[in-house]
């Protein structure tokens, strides 16, 4: 046990490798899994976001207004903040860590060549969007995103994500959780227009940016600034919030109607 | 991991206090279209040496395998169908044919699979159909009006259906495997050897149903039992080795599937449950199997153990496709997922088996399949408690 719990670990500590692992890629050459044609959006445009987690204080601000504005069923997110506790056992000091969380619109999203009808599909513009009118609710997709950044709308019964506020940047609006974020932490913008300020950002802090599961090699474009490495792949941490149980041992879980 | 928190190298130690929580996506809907479909095709295979090859000896295990194979494939796209969420919508695979996407080749695939089957059922029945037109009522009706016409089945046209039907279930095998196993996001699913299992424990299961099917439905062959016995043996044996090779190779090369099954059996007592039941299910399979090669007076319970093949090849699905759902994709821990009553777990899986057994019953009534290539028509022998007890 102790040796493979050694190799488990160095696997853990491989952050910043690239392919590696895809032994299948023989089958994606062949063009199944391969990336469809983009289609629709501002072919000029390339949106990402980039996150300064120095400024994140974990209020939750943009999960709420997210909900309000894409009116995602209670339980399920488009975005939400994980937070974690650090603690470090000289010291006994325990900081938080905070971990904003939603669609990463990746360059090479493994979402979208899995959809059998195309409901899922990225925009010339990076943006990776679901066509909740053609969607057949196979849920696919939602196997297939390594970030759990999607789910099934309960109501719609069809595969849901953020959509970088798709609507708001259309009508010149920043994102609901841009908008309401209280440090400032968010940004979005054109990495195609060297004058944005993400694009000032990226070029500012190349060496420091980091994405999530970066060896899964889906090239994520929610980038994150104060980022710490132990945190991009599955984090290793004890999950305390699902330690509560009830007097039959089941997790608590939400206690809420549908609003 | 103690009490409090995940150790986290050397002084630190970290918990997660706020993170989402994401229900399962594929429902046992899922689990029970990859074992009926498994089933399937890897009965169809069984039906190849006596009606395609025409070999004498594998007839009555052809006989048998035959009706698993058909049943298994009218009954696996219904389980399918249910598990969309917008069931209504499934013409749109047809409307937007994605070449990118295994699931829309298997949306081409698998109908052209049922059809074969279906196809090749229909051209070996309907000989003893033709016999049994004299008989009255529905079935008379059935036996009278299904075979369409007075014709001798051509031998050529069962073996070039055949062909096709089997060279379609390849297509339904890799398709499935592989819709499976490109999911880089899971790394338990992320596997070439994923695929390899699926296909012996479907080997398993189908020569499994066949035993059963010939225990309960009083065929009660013994050579066909027998040949089935050594089936489930060398595909037990098989199945152990690729799964010693997968911890193998994945210990050795760093393979992230392995990691995470090893990741999962350390954290989570299910998982450790699930990894004993596992180990423990395919060395009653190998012995019972064993046992029964050498000693021939146990094999009036082979019956048991088709049951028992029946159960690993269902229980290897449930585990792939079920708890590993419950493993957080980037979060800690594991999700919980308690089995629903209604459509969505328990009253799904009971209503497909249900739905099985009536297209079972359906077929065995007004189809006299046990006398296909020259067999005896014995379905006054339906009932269980004639023929000869030592044969299972
Ligand atoms: S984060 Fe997930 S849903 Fe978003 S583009 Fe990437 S793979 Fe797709
Ligand atoms: S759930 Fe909808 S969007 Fe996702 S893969 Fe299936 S059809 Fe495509």
Redesign the interface.
């Known amino acids: 046990?102790e040796?493979?719990?050694r190799?488990?670990l160095?696997?853990v500590a491989r952050v910043t490798a690239g392919a590696a692992?895809?032994?299948?890629s023989t089958?994606?050459n062949a063009?199944?899994?391969?990336?469809?044609p983009r289609r629709g959006g501002d072919p000029k445009k390339r949106y990402a976001m980039l996150i300064d987690l120095r400024r994140c204080i974990?209020c939750?601000a943009c999960t709420v207004s997210c909900h309000i504005e894409n009116q995602a069923p209670l339980?399920?997110?488009r975005t939400?903040?994980?937070?974690?506790?650090?603690?470090?056992?000289?010291s006994g000091n325990a900081v938080?860590?905070m971990l904003p969380?939603l669609c990463n619109h990746c360059d090479n999203p493994?979402c979208v060549?899995?959809?059998?009808?195309?409901?899922t599909y990225q925009q010339e513009d990076g943006i990776v969007l679901v066509d909740s009118d053609?969607?057949?609710?196979?849920?696919?997709c939602?196997?297939?995103?390594?970030?759990?950044a999607r789910?099934?709308n309960d109501r719609t019964?069809?595969a849901d994500k953020c959509t970088f506020c798709a609507h708001r940047l259309e009508a010149g609006l920043l994102p609901a959780c841009v908008e309401s974020c209280v440090g400032g932490a968010r940004i979005i913008g054109d990495l195609n227009d060297p004058g944005s300020q993400i694009s000032k950002m990226v070029e500012e802090y190349r060496g420091e940016l980091m994405v999530?599961?970066p060896e899964?090699n889906t090239v994520p474009h929610v980038f994150y600034l104060g980022m710490d490495e132990?945190f991009i792949d599955?984090?290793?941490?004890?999950?305390?919030?699902?330690e509560i149980r009830d007097g039959e041992g089941?997790?608590l879980?939400?206690e809420y109607a549908e609003h | 991991m103690t009490a409090k928190g995940r150790n986290w190298g050397t002084n630190m130690q970290s918990i997660e206090l706020v993170a989402p929580r994401y229900g399962i996506a594929w429902y046992p809907w899922a689990v029970q279209y990859f074992f009926l479909i498994g089933l399937s095709y890897a009965s169809l295979w069984l039906v190849i040496p006596g009606a395609i090859l025409g070999r004498e000896k594998w007839k009555p295990a052809a006989r048998l395998a035959l009706l698993g194979a058909v049943s298994t494939a009218i009954v696996a796209p219904v389980s399918l169908l249910a598990d969309l969420h917008q069931p209504l919508r499934f013409w749109h695979f047809y409307a937007y044919p994605t070449p990118s996407s295994w699931m829309s080749l298997g949306s081409i695939f698998l109908p052209l699979y049922v059809g074969a089957v279906i196809f090749l059922a229909w051209l070996i029945w309907r000989d003893p159909l033709k016999a049994r037109a004299g008989a009255g009522g529905l079935q008379g009706l059935i036996a009278r009006g299904i075979p369409l016409g007075q014709w001798k089945t051509p031998r050529w046209l069962v073996v070039v259906v055949g062909v096709v039907a089997v060279v379609l279930s390849f297509s339904v095998m890799v398709y499935t495997g592989a819709e499976v196993a490109i999911l880089k996001a899971r790394p338990l699913w992320h596997t070439e050897y994923l695929p390899a299992i699926f296909l012996l424990t479907g080997v398993i299961g189908a020569a499994g149903l066949a035993v059963v099917i010939n225990r309960f439905s009083g065929m009660r062959h013994p050579l066909a039992g027998d040949q089935m016995l050594t089936i489930i043996l060398v595909a037990t044996v098989l199945a152990g080795l690729v799964a010693a090779g997968w911890l193998a190779q994945g210990l050795a090369i760093n393979d992230g599937s392995v990691a995470a099954a090893l990741e999962s059996v350390r954290d989570n007592a299910g998982w450790r449950r699930a990894a004993y039941w596992g180990v423990a299910a395919g060395i009653l399979l190998f012995l019972g199997a064993g046992l029964m090669e050498v000693m021939g007076s146990l094999r009036g319970t082979r019956w048991i153990l088709g049951l028992l093949a029946l159960a690993v090849a269902w229980m290897f699905r449930w585990t792939v496709l079920m708890d590993v759902q419950t493993i957080a994709k980037h979060t800690a821990g594991f999700n919980d997922y308690t089995l629903s009553l209604g459509s969505q777990g328990l009253l799904g899986i009971v209503g497909t088996f249900g739905l099985w057994l009536a297209v079972v019953v359906v077929v065995n009534l007004f189809v006299p399949w046990r006398a296909a290539y020259g067999g005896r028509d014995g379905a006054d022998t339906l009932s269980a408690t004639k023929g000869e007890p030592s044969y299972g």
């Open positions: 046990m040796l493979a719990r190799f488990f160095q696997q692992l895809v032994p299948l089958v994606a063009g199944i899994n391969d990336q469809p974990g939750q339980g399920k997110f939400i903040v994980s937070q974690y506790e650090v603690e470090s056992l000289e938080q860590f969380r493994p060549p899995v959809c059998p009808v195309q409901a053609r969607c057949v609710g196979c849920a696919y939602v196997q297939a995103c390594p970030y759990d789910f099934i019964q069809t999530l599961q899964k132990r599955r984090p290793s941490a004890a999950p305390e919030l699902w089941q997790e879980g939400y």
